[in-house]
């Protein structure tokens, strides 16, 4: 018998590494026994010559080389088991994705692409010139006055006569690098690190201009810890705090691999001087959500190191990362009215503001008016000068609370901020703009034991199929076999009907929540969104289910957690739920005319390694059922359908579920739709042209045409879980 398959993907689970795939279709009569995924959609900003990968083994580091055609290990963090893999010579991400979709690899976990982050462009700038270096530029700093710097800075705070102004604390700037020889910053460094190679990469020694032509480091250092009371230019609000210069950029572009090397060689204390940072200050941003980066931001939370990052000045309400992930303190701009300023990104997950229009602070020494006078001070604005002025606070904070952690300091920060927008949070300015006296008032008083800290907590949400696969490869699905982790899942914390925070899970199906407010939460689970490297669509809500018992896959939509308050943000013993999720299908296939077709379906069988064909003719499918075979005896209807058991072969494992029309019993001509329902989504093809019997293969490519046009209108399918 010659049969004849039109591929229709259903579920194309072949991203073990990194999800399931976009629409792609295979002409049947191309070889092999299933599709090849070309490429992956990425929409967010990447290098396009690397990747990053996640491994448990570093040796297979190799085979993933070998299955790439080349390239070569670049740079690796162990603590963080990734590697930073370059792509060999006319290979690009999208299509390296694409091709280590469809093999599995042991001991690789995931691979992603390494998003880029622009560098900060300022919103407007103007210079101050005609002013020497000892002109007392303190006057103009509106912001200090608006945040109550001054009579902060003034206020005994722990009773014995100490004054903050960020003394004994460590403030790490990731940024473009910051000319520390500037007049206004000369002293102010400790150790940092280069982490573009543009000064030769690993530490930067204080004093270092280490700028290399560009402008917004420089400023950003002096608005956190411009040097006070040295009768010239400007404070910055931790006048006397030390800074650790964390150069990421050396062009237009960093990336997130760069960033995350900045933050493990600052927390991990590469250079063995002994000093760490205790806060960490980033005016950066993009759209792609880096799991590299997002694992180095939750190491440094745990080491209790605090994170300011902007919230991006694109005017509209979004999420950017790294503002995006929890724990963070993400910081939007105000102006000198004291309102939102028009440019500052919004979103729910926005913590406080700060003034960031015409902020007057340093400028790199290289820039110079007509006369080749530097300039030595500029107003720029922008979340970028938000940003450090939070982080400048924070550092007043650590100064007499330094055991605090990141939870605690951005409670702080939050609960003495004033309310300038809608009553209580709002998207556009958070919980207000910051206030320094409220705030050093408010840490007297927890000194004082007037008040207590906020405490925070730590939540894991391990996310993993129902169903098992051959996770040892022995052929067979036994007991001893594992579910299978779901990597790049977003998982969604809601607390009091709203939207709280918002992780993915990481190469081993765990979202991480470092630092969150404690509290009952209800979790969702859905999928992965244009920003993971694929154009995937959402897994709808309504058909995730949990398993809390252990004794059926269809349980409820909403998952529940409480996460508990403790010392230190509970960092020693985390909250964990397990979400465990499975998928429903059904696929129809209708057609009128009579004529005798055939819905088939192509099922892994790991018993054997390969796809094996079924129709309700000729087998019994694997993993589902069919229902009675039609053999069109009614040609005004006939129909066949294929339901998916509840147990079943989890696609996300490396192997599909295709469906495809046999057309080779038919008899006469038919047209045929085909409706597919996966986890509540509903497909419909058709109608479709169906010639019988020796002219199917004939008559195979304008089917395939007409299946590939009717796919364009429709969103890409979840997986099968």
């Known amino acids: 018998m010659k049969r004849s398959y039109l591929y229709l993907l259903a579920v194309l689970g072949v991203l073990a590494l990194a999800g399931c795939s976009s629409n792609k279709f295979t002409n049947p009569n191309a070889s092999g026994p299933r599709a090849k995924i070309e490429a992956v959609k990425i929409d967010a900003d990447h290098a396009i010559d690397r990747i990053v990968v996640f491994y448990d083994n570093p040796s297979a580091l190799d085979e993933l080389l070998s299955n790439l055609g080349g390239g070569k290990v670049l740079g690796s963090m162990p603590t963080l088991k990734a590697a930073l893999v370059e792509l060999p010579d006319g290979l690009d991400a999208s299509h390296a994705l694409g091709k280590l979709s469809s093999t599995k690899i042991n001991g690789i976990r995931l691979a992603q692409p390494d998003f880029l982050h622009p560098r900060p462009k300022p919103v407007n700038s103007s210079a101050i010139q005609e002013l020497s270096l000892n002109d007392p530029l303190e006057a103009q700093k509106w912001d200090h006055d608006v945040m109550q710097a001054a009579d902060a800075w003034n206020t005994d705070v722990d009773g014995s006569g100490t004054h903050p102004d960020g003394s004994g604390v460590v403030v790490g700037v990731v940024d473009t690098g910051i000319d520390e020889a500037h007049p206004d910053l000369a002293g102010a460094f400790v150790n940092g690190y280069d982490a573009t190679g543009c000064l030769g990469g690993g530490t930067i020694p204080p004093g270092t201009d280490a700028s290399t032509g560009q402008i917004h480091g420089t400023h950003v250092a002096g608005i956190v810890a411009a040097r006070g009371n040295n009768g010239q230019g400007v404070a910055g609000v931790a006048y006397n705090a030390k800074l650790m210069d964390l150069k990421v950029f050396c062009g237009s572009y960093t990336d997130d691999w760069t960033i995350a090397s900045a933050i493990m060689a600052a927390i991990l204390d590469v250079d063995g001087d002994g000093i760490t940072p205790n806060v960490i200050t980033m005016s950066l941003g993009g759209k792609g959500y880096g799991q590299i980066l997002k694992s180095a931001i939750d190491m440094a939370l745990q080491q209790k190191v605090v994170i300011t990052v902007a919230m991006g000045n694109s005017y509209q309400d979004e999420v950017q990362y790294p503002a995006g992930y929890p724990g963070i303190i993400a910081v939007g701009a105000t102006n000198a009215s004291d309102e939102k300023a028009d440019f500052s990104t919004s979103g729910g997950h926005i913590s406080v503001s700060a003034p960031g229009v015409d902020i007057l602070s340093t400028w790199p020494r290289f820039d110079e008016d007509t006369n080749g006078t530097p300039y030595l001070y500029y107003r720029i604005s922008g979340t970028s000068m938000a940003t450090p002025e939070v982080a400048g606070a924070a550092a007043l904070v650590k100064q007499f609370l330094s055991n605090a952690t990141a939870y605690e300091v951005k409670r702080l920060l939050e609960s003495t901020a004033d309310d300038i927008g809608a009553p209580g949070f709002d998207r556009e300015t958070g919980y207000g703009r910051i206030n320094l006296k409220k705030l050093v008032d408010k840490v007297h008083d927890v000194l004082s034991g007037a008040a207590t800290l906020d405490q925070g907590g730590t939540a894991l949400v391990s996310v993993t199929t129902l169903n098992k696969y051959d996770s040892d490869g022995d052929g067979a699905i036994t007991a001893s076999d594992t579910t299978y982790p779901l990597e790049a899942v977003d998982v969604s914390l809601f607390k009091d009907g709203k939207l709280a925070y918002v992780a993915k899970t990481d190469y081993g199906g765990v979202a991480t929540f470092?630092?969150?407010?404690?509290?009952?939460?209800?979790?969702?689970?859905?999928?992965?969104?244009?920003?993971?490297?694929?154009?995937?669509?959402?897994?709808?809500?309504?058909?995730?289910?949990?398993?809390?018992?252990?004794?059926?896959?269809?349980?409820?939509?909403?998952?529940?957690?409480?996460?508990?308050?403790?010392?230190?943000?509970?960092?020693?013993?985390?909250?964990?739920?397990?979400?465990?999720?499975?998928?429903?299908?059904?696929?129809?296939?209708?057609?009128?005319?009579?004529?005798?077709?055939?819905?088939?379906?192509?099922?892994?069988?790991?018993?054997?390694?390969?796809?094996?064909?079924?129709?309700?003719?000729?087998?019994t499918p694997l993993w589902g059922t069919f229902s009675a075979d039609d053999t069109g005896g009614d040609t005004t209807h006939a129909s066949e359908s294929y339901t998916l058991n509840d147990v079943h072969y989890p696609s996300p494992a490396g192997d599909w579920y295709n469906i495809s029309i046999d057309a080779s019993n038919a008899t006469v001509g038919t047209t045929a739709t085909l409706t597919i329902e996966v986890n509540g989504h509903t497909y419909s093809y058709g109608p479709l042209p169906i010639t019988p019997g020796s002219t199917a293969d004939s008559n195979l490519g304008s089917i395939y045409e007409a299946l590939y046009d009717a796919m364009q209108n429709f969103d890409n399918m979840p997986c099968i879980y």
């Open 514 to 619: 470092t630092s969150i407010a404690p509290g009952d939460y209800q979790v969702m689970v859905s999928g992965q969104d244009m920003t993971d490297g694929n154009s995937y669509d959402f897994w709808p809500y309504e058909r995730v289910s949990w398993d809390a018992d252990g004794d059926s896959g269809n349980g409820i939509t909403l998952g529940s957690l409480t996460v508990n308050a403790g010392p230190h943000d509970n960092m020693g013993s985390p909250d964990v739920l397990n979400a465990t999720l499975n998928s429903t299908m059904k696929v129809t296939l209708d057609w009128t005319g009579g004529g005798d077709l055939d819905l088939a379906i192509n099922e892994y069988d790991p018993a054997s390694g390969n796809m094996v064909w079924s129709t309700a003719k000729t087998a």
